[in-house]
């Protein structure tokens, strides 16, 4: 049942001895004076439909909490142990002077209710509504996209860990597993196998044994029904979905990272290179290297933006895997766009899938372009190349630098190797002893067409003043909201924390424009 916060006045209300302390125009002094329009009990009322019960903690008031904790990058303890002893959260709460607050469990327990629920964005939304009441868009167009890298709340194993770890739970989450007998050679009571990590065959032979387990433990499963070799899940399993998961994380960390090198042996290596979408942590398997250049990357989530850059106003903000690429995400930050916008952002946005459905939605775009390598440094580069388009008559063609001309394959290919060992031109051309060969992808006419439309002195000169405005938010999310490192495990509970980020960050821009509540409708007042 949903309590509600009682309007009745105590003789030991905090506000009836401090109620001048708070500065007006922080998000302290805001909650004080509008915790219950804006986060009002009716708008919660769908996380607890029953109407019997004992009543919940004020939405009003655990909301509240939620966004000063956020406000000041807290753990739910040291949260409730602000409400219990600071003034100024005593204030923004409502609470009397010997109010001991409520248990931390609490903030757990309404972070799930909201995040199983069909509002996981609620708190931004509901922040959200007010930006739409004050018109404070109205008229500002640019919109400017980035994402930054969130690091996760767990630490990164290696195989050898991996292995171990999700052993050892899948045999503690299914008792029918646990008298599979495993290897006495590994001990199972250590973080990762004690050996001499430098002699390559004792690696291979512990590996190998790890590998050999979990697939005992893969194979018992399917014996008894647990899995299906054609669909990997039975029907009518009689497991959880947490015994199932584990299962099936188990599988994939028993063969993403090792390769067989000897079959009559059961020999395994470990594989070069990093798997596709490889998990980093078997406590966190949703977490993923993220990588924002070659050599810097971390593991984690990336936490995606949109926002106005006219007034600072995050309009949309999501979080996904540290995998997944900007453009995937750009299509999801625009769609509460009513009207046409200017979409700003940097060559991870450089898509000609992405292009078509901003011009289909009716969106101006200025991306920057990915950059342009070219095979000799100060040569030429493939827009040094003149392309022909393929007609119904015709094949396609590129004329090089020196006017030869040679057909592009249906394939994308176009060999120059015939011209280059007589070209004046080939040290400036290519590096190879055979000669130029290029490659044209399906999206050349778009990256080519891009790439000169960005060359408008104009169009550079608009991007420069307007996108770094987003690196800065992204930047004070991290350093003022403590934003950088995530506290819990998966998408969905990360994401909700990074949308909780985004609506703090809005309610502080909207004070700063003087936010005001007139006859109940928001206002702002500068």
Request: charge should be neutral; include cysteine; aromatic fraction near 6%.
């Amino acid at each position: 049942m949903l309590g509600t916060e009682s309007s009745q006045a105590h003789l030991t209300a905090t506000a009836a001895f401090c109620s001048t302390l708070l500065e007006p125009g922080s998000l302290y002094h805001f909650l004080q004076e509008h915790r219950r329009e804006i986060f009002a009990d009716a708008k919660f009322a769908h996380l607890y439909p029953s109407g019997t019960g004992r009543p919940s903690i004020p939405a009003s008031r655990v909301a509240s909490v939620m966004v000063l904790q956020t406000l000041e990058g807290l753990s739910d303890r040291e949260a409730l142990d602000q409400v219990r002893y600071n003034l100024r959260w005593k204030l923004a709460l409502g609470l009397d002077l010997e109010d001991k607050g409520f248990d931390p469990s609490v903030l757990t327990y309404w972070r799930n209710r909201i995040k199983n629920s069909t509002t996981p964005g609620l708190i931004f939304a509901l922040a959200r509504e007010i930006i739409d009441e004050t018109k404070i868009l109205n008229s500002h167009t640019k919109r400017v996209l980035d994402s930054t890298v969130l690091v996760d709340a767990v630490v990164t194993q290696d195989t050898m860990s991996q292995l171990v770890a999700q052993i050892k739970r899948t045999q503690k989450l299914i008792p029918a597993l646990r008298g599979v007998p495993l290897s006495r050679e590994i001990d199972y009571t250590r973080v990762k196998p004690s050996i001499d990590y430098s002699n390559q065959d004792q690696v291979n032979e512990t590996l190998s044994i790890l590998v050999s387990d979990a697939n005992a433990l893969l194979d018992r499963a399917r014996e008894l029904g647990y899995l299906s070799d054609d669909e990997d899940q039975a029907t009518d399993c009689p497991l959880s979905d947490q015994q199932l998961d584990a299962l099936g994380l188990l599988g994939v960390v028993a063969c993403q990272d090792v390769e067989l090198i000897d079959e009559e042996t059961g020999t395994y290596r470990l594989r070069q290179g990093v798997a596709e979408d490889r998990v980093v942590s078997t406590v966190d398997p949703e977490s993923r290297h993220v990588h924002k250049s070659r050599k810097n990357y971390h593991d984690g989530y990336k936490g995606h933006i949109a926002i106005c850059a006219d007034t600072g106003i995050i309009t949309a903000a999501t979080l996904t895997k540290g995998n997944v690429s900007d453009a995937e995400v750009a299509k999801e930050l625009l769609d509460q766009e009513p009207e046409p916008v200017t979409v700003y952002g940097d060559s991870g946005y450089s898509s000609m899938d992405l292009s078509a459905h901003l011009k289909d939605k009716g969106h101006h775009e200025i991306i920057k372009p990915r950059p342009l390598t070219k095979a000799v440094p100060g040569g030429y580069s493939v827009d040094d190349f003149i392309v022909s388009e393929a007609t119904t008559e015709t094949p396609a063609t590129v004329t090089c630098p020196a006017k030869h001309t040679v057909t592009i394959s249906t394939k994308g290919r176009a060999s120059f190797t015939r011209y280059c060992d007589t070209c004046p031109l080939k040290d400036r051309c290519t590096r190879s002893k055979r000669g130029r060969v290029m490659t044209f992808v399906p999206n050349h006419s778009y990256a080519r067409a891009q790439r000169a439309n960005f060359a408008n002195e104009e169009t550079k000169a608009s991007y420069r003043a307007t996108r770094p405005i987003v690196e800065r938010i992204h930047a004070q999310m991290k350093r003022k909201l403590n934003g950088s490192k995530l506290r819990y495990r998966g998408v969905d509970k990360n994401t909700m924390h990074y949308l909780l980020l985004g609506a703090v960050w809005n309610l502080k821009v909207l004070l700063r424009n003087n936010l005001t509540l007139q006859d109940g409708v928001w206002g702002l007042t500068n």
